[in-house]
Every structure is written in structure tokens, then in C-alpha cells.
């Protein structure tokens, strides 16, 4: 392409893209106005090489701005970050001061708990240490138990065996009873025999005294008639 021909080149609303060798391809920039007229040196055009290091400058400042304004980004971000990480922070300090403040609740809910757990434990071997006993007093009032119905069993036998003893005691006292009632009339009657010969007796000493007397009177004297009929009326009389 000739001097001419590039600068009668057709263009875009006064817009030309610039060339790929500057490594602007595709961008747009104003063009040159008319009554301008291009450089016959060429690539040796001292505004050529100002313009392309101008160019090539302009990159790197647009670079620099694009990643100043990246950095600004950011630090933007960052900052908002920062500032929701601080109302973070203090919504965590308030929550960890509430924290602290159950955490301090709670370790003094802890000690009760311990005091009672402490206590409970106390009551819980006391308790054990009284049902112990306890199943010791219950064994030892079951032995006693056991003793006592062997000895109930032992006194109800010797209970039975007495009462047993006690009818047969009555049964001999009851014939003691009949035998000394027996007894008794016996001895009365003995009694009434023992009188009727002592009766007897004092009469037969009577008339033995009388025959006596008669038997003196008889010597001085004798009557044989008069000693029968005495004798006779005697025995009728008996």
C-alpha cells in the first residue's frame, strides 16, 4: 500500500482501527484530519517512533491504571470486607462476651452441680450403707424368725405333750377323785363298823363286867336260870 492509498483508506466515522504491529489491533483512535499529510521516511519517522513508544507507554499506563484500579478494587473489597469484619468482630465480641457470661453462669452452675453431685454421692453411699444393714437386720430377724417357729413348733409340740399330761392328769384325778370319794365311804362306813364294835365292845365289856358281878354274886349265890335268860335277851337284842 502506497503514501496514498493509506491515507485515502476508507474509515469508520472518522475512526481508523490501528495496526497489529503496534499491538493495539482491534482498538479505535482518532484519525488524521485531511489537510494532514503522512512522513516519507517511513518507518524511520522519528514522529512514527514517538507516537508508537507513546502508544506503547500508553498501554503500559493503562495497564498500570487498569491494575491500579484492580489493586483499588480490591482494597475496596477488602475494606468492606474489613468494615463487615469488624461489625463481625463486635457482633463475635458481644457474642463472646455473652458467652463469657453464660460460661461464667454455667461454671458456677457447674460447682453447684458438683456440690450436689458430691452430696448425692454422700447420700447415695449412706443409702447404701443403710440398705446393707437393713439386709443385714432382715437377714438376721429372718434366723431369729426361723428360730423362733422351731421354737413355737418345739413349745406347741411340748404344749401339745403337757395338755395331753394335764387330760391324763385330770383323768387320774378324776379316779383319785372316785377312789378317795370311794375312800371316804369306805371310811365311813369303817368308821360306822368301828363304832358298832366299839359299841359292841363297851356293851360286851358291860356285860362282862355284870357277869363278872354275877359270877361273884353267883359263888356267894348261884343262880344258872337267871345268867341264861341274861345272855339270851342280849343276843335278841343284837
Not at 496514498?4 to 495496526?19: N, T, V
Not at 448425692?120 to 428360730?147: F, G
Not at 359292841?200 to 363278872?212: G, I
Amino acid at each position: 500500500m502506497t503514501r496514498q492509498q493509506y491515507a485515502h483508506r476508507p474509515c469508520s466515522a472518522g475512526r481508523r482501527l490501528l495496526p497489529a504491529e503496534l499491538g493495539l489491533a482491534g482498538r479505535r483512535v482518532l484519525t488524521l484530519p485531511s489537510h494532514v499529510d503522512t512522513c516519507d521516511q517511513g518507518e524511520n519517522c522519528c514522529w512514527r517512533w514517538l507516537a508508537h513508544s507513546v502508544l506503547k507507554e500508553s498501554n503500559w499506563l493503562k495497564e498500570d491504571l487498569d491494575e491500579v484500579r484492580k489493586e483499588y478494587a480490591e482494597k475496596v473489597s477488602q475494606q468492606s470486607k474489613a468494615e463487615h469484619d469488624i461489625e463481625a468482630f463486635a457482633e463475635l465480641r458481644g457474642a463472646h462476651r455473652s458467652l463469657q457470661e453464660e460460661l461464667s453462669g454455667s461454671r458456677h452452675e457447674c460447682a453447684e452441680l458438683r456440690r450436689e453431685l458430691i452430696a448425692l454421692k454422700s447420700a447415695h453411699a449412706n443409702k447404701i450403707a443403710r440398705e446393707q444393714e437393713l439386709q443385714r437386720e432382715v437377714a438376721r430377724l429372718d434366723s431369729e424368725s426361723r428360730k423362733a417357729v422351731e421354737r413355737s413348733e418345739s413349745v406347741q409340740q411340748k404344749f401339745d405333750e403337757a395338755r395331753q399330761e394335764l387330760f391324763e392328769v385330770k383323768a387320774d384325778l378324776e379316779d383319785a377323785k372316785r377312789r378317795l370319794l370311794s375312800n371316804e365311804d369306805e371310811k365311813t362306813r369303817c368308821e360306822g363298823i368301828q363304832k358298832a364294835l366299839q359299841k359292841e365292845r363297851d356293851e360286851l365289856k358291860k356285860d362282862l363286867e355284870e357277869l363278872q358281878a354275877k359270877r361273884q354274886q353267883r359263888k356267894k349265890n348261884p343262880n344258872p336260870r337267871s345268867l341264861n335268860s341274861m345272855r339270851w335277851g342280849r343276843m335278841r337284842s343284837r
